[in-house]
T-cell receptor, first 114, second 113 residues
């Protein structure tokens, strides 16, 4: 139990579907992140939110749309995805950004695009 | 660019101490050493981190050499649930969170009953 909860744990969606991944952190942290982990590839940072403002968007395609309504919740809205988007999507949080601010990850959401 | 070098795999007998080495010979003065582990199909789990001094928490101990060019993660009494891939990462403190967190290949630790 890391204090970062992701739902759903598994999602299968067609390329024309619209779905959302949800993340909630119970740690009182101010920064939240979305990462993508594909098979045999390093972890990829997608988005960073600090105090509910997006501070980082690492050239992620527009078919991925993040939303951070408050400091405890983070969503990743998915639409018209491609099969190559199938991966483990990880939400994470940290108290702040900078020296010694450890990032804590959720269990991840396994996404399969068919 | 890989900032750390770890053995690909290691075995350890259940109940014994597991010592996982990591080389980070190009580490700079403001970079922290972080350890995470990932059990199959789950998100990375934070274990411990340090800058210069040795550190200990309820999960593990981190021994950093005086020149900071290498470190060792010690799991004092390994259990079967410690079987996982262990990642050693060096991160500049001011960039943590912004920087692309590159986990590399890590060490696959297998605990033998």
């Amino acid at each position: 139990e890391t204090g970062v909860t992701q739902t759903p744990r598994h999602l299968v969606m067609g390329m024309t579907n619209k779905k959302s991944l949800k993340c909630e952190q119970h740690l009182g942290h101010n920064a939240m992140y979305w990462y993508k982990q594909s098979a045999k590839k390093p972890l990829e940072l997608m988005f960073v939110y600090s105090l509910e403002e997006r501070v980082e968007n690492n050239s992620v395609p527009s078919r991925f749309s993040p939303e951070c309504p408050n400091s405890s919740h983070l969503f990743l809205h998915l639409h018209t995805l491609q099969p190559e988007d199938s991966a483990l999507y990880l939400c994470a949080s940290s108290q702040g950004q900078g020296a010694g601010n450890t990032i804590y990850f959720g269990e991840g959401s396994w996404l399969t695009v068919v | 660019d890989a900032k750390t070098t770890q053995p690909t795999s290691m075995d350890c007998a259940e109940g014994r101490a597991a010592n996982l080495p990591c080389n980070h010979s190009t580490i700079s003065g403001n970079e922290y050493v972080y350890w995470y582990r990932q059990i199959h199909s789950q998100g990375p789990q934070y274990i411990i981190h340090g800058l210069k001094n040795n550190e200990t928490n309820e999960m593990a101990s981190l021994i950093i050499t005086e020149d900071r060019k290498s470190s060792t993660l010690i799991l004092p009494h390994a259990t079967l649930r410690d079987t996982a891939v262990y990642y050693c990462i060096v991160i500049e403190g001011s960039n943590f969170g912004n920087e692309k967190l590159t986990f590399g290949t890590g060490t696959r630790l297998t605990i033998i009953p």
